[in-house]
C-alpha cells in the first residue's frame, strides 16, 4: 500500500506518521517539505503531489485548528479546511485512491446533552466548524472511497492542547477559571491514529465501510474536570506547581468570551465505528493519563 500523509507535524499527523508505517510505503509530507507541494494555502498545488506519488491512500492530517482566530481568518481557515481538502478528494477520485479524512464536533451546534450519531443535523456555530463542515461536503461530493473520521477534544504529548496549557498555566499562576458547562471526550492522538490505521486495513477487505464515523474516546468531562484530573495527575509526579486542583475554578461559558462560540455539548456517538470496524475505544482517561506519563516521567 503507497500512502501519501499531510500534516505530517501536527498532533494527529505525528502519531499517524507512527501508525500507518507498518502499513506500506509511507510518505509523511508537512507545509515545507521540499520535494512534493504540501502547503494547503495553495490547493491546487497538491494535485501535483498525488499526481506524483499516485498513492492508494492520501491521509490528511492537516487542517488550520485555531478555532478563535478563524473568526478573523474565515477565508483562510476555509481554503485549507475546505478547498484543499476537496482538491485532494478530486485527485484521489480520479486515481482511485481512498482519502482519509478528519472532522469535528463542531460541525454540530452542542445544543442538547445527548451524544450525537453521523446522522444528526449539522450546524456550525463557529467559522472553524463552517470551514471544517465544508471540508467534509467538499470530500463526500468528490465520489472518492473515503473515510472521514470526526473526533472531539484532542490531545498529545507532542504539539499544542488544553492539557498542556493547563501545566502551563499551573506552573505560573495560584488560581485558574475554567469553563465546566462544556462536555465532551478528550481524545489521544495516539488512540486516533492507531484506529486509523486499523479502519483502514478493514476498509481493503471490506470497501462498503467507507463513510462518515465519530470516533472518540469513551466517557464524557467537562474542561475544568479535565484540567482537574492533569493538576492531579502532574501534583503527584512531584511536579511543580503553583496551584493545587481545588484552587481551579468551575465557570461557565458565558462567563468566558471568546472569539468563536464554542458548542456546549461535544458527545459524540461513536457506535457505528465501533461496531462496522470491531474496535474498542478505551476510556480517555487512560490517554491523558499515559500522556502525563510521557510528559512528565523521568
Ligand atoms: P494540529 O493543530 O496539531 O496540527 C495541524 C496540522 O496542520 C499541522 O501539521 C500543521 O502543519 C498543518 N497545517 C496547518 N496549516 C497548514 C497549511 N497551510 N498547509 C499544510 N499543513 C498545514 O491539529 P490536530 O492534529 O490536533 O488535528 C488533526 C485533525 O483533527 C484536524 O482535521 C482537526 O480539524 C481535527 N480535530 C482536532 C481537534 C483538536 O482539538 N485539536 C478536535 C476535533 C477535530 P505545521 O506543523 O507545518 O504548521
Given at each position: ?8 507535524r501536527g498532533?494527529?499527523?505525528w502519531?499517524?506518521q ?16 521540499r520535494?512534493?507541494?504540501?502547503d ?6 497538491l494535485?501535483?503531489?498525488?499526481r506524483g ?8 492530517a492537516?487542517?488550520?485548528?485555531a ?32 482519502l ?19 446522522d ?12 471544517k ?12 472511497r ?9 490531545f ?6 488544553f ?36 479502519a ?16 472518540a ?35 461557565a ?10 458548542p456546549?455539548n ?20 487512560q490517554g ?5 506519563a ?5
Amino acid at each position: 500500500m503507497r500512502i501519501v500523509l499531510f500534516g505530517s507535524r501536527g498532533q494527529l499527523g505525528w502519531e499517524l506518521q507512527r501508525a500507518l508505517a507498518p502499513l506500506g510505503q509511507l510518505t509523511a509530507l508537512s507545509t515545507d517539505s521540499r520535494d512534493w507541494p504540501a502547503d494547503f494555502r495553495q490547493p491546487e498545488s497538491l494535485a501535483q503531489t498525488v499526481r506524483g506519488l499516485r498513492p492508494d491512500v492520501v491521509v490528511n492530517a492537516a487542517a488550520y485548528t485555531a478555532v478563535d482566530r478563524a473568526e478573523s481568518e474565515a477565508d483562510l481557515a476555509y481554503t485549507i479546511n475546505a478547498t484543499a481538502p476537496g482538491v485532494l478528494a478530486r485527485e484521489a477520485a480520479a486515481l482511485g485512491a481512498t482519502l482519509l479524512h478528519y472532522s469535528t464536533d463542531y460541525v454540530f451546534d452542542g445544543s442538547g446533552d445527548a451524544p450525537r450519531g453521523e446522522d444528526a443535523p449539522v450546524a456550525p456555530i463557529n467559522a472553524y466548524g463552517r470551514s471544517k463542515l465544508a471540508g467534509e461536503e467538499a470530500v463526500r461530493a468528490s465520489g472518492c472511497r473515503h473515510l472521514i473520521l470526526r473526533t472531539s477534544w484532542v490531545f498529545a504529548a507532542r504539539g499544542g492542547n488544553f492539557a498542556k496549557t493547563m501545566l502551563r498555566l499551573a506552573a505560573e499562576r495560584d488560581s485558574l477559571r475554567v469553563v465546566a458547562d462544556q462536555i465532551g471526550a478528550p481524545t489521544g492522538a495516539e488512540l486516533l491514529a492507531d484506529v486509523s490505521a486499523h479502519a483502514l486495513r478493514t476498509l481493503e477487505r471490506e470497501p462498503g465501510l467507507a463513510g462518515t464515523y465519530h470516533v472518540a474516546a469513551a466517557g464524557e468531562t467537562s474542561w475544568h474536570a479535565y484540567a482537574c484530573r492533569v493538576i492531579d495527575g502532574a501534583a503527584a509526579r512531584g511536579w511543580p506547581l503553583k496551584l493545587a486542583s481545588r484552587d481551579i475554578q468551575a465557570i461557565a461559558t458565558r462567563d468566558y468570551p471568546t472569539p468563536a462560540a464554542r458548542p456546549l455539548n461535544s458527545r459524540l456517538d461513536t457506535t457505528r465505528f465501533r461496531r462496522a470496524f470491531g474496535l474498542t475505544l478505551p476510556p480517555w482517561q487512560q490517554g491523558v493519563d499515559r500522556m502525563l506519563a510521557e510528559l512528565l516521567d523521568d
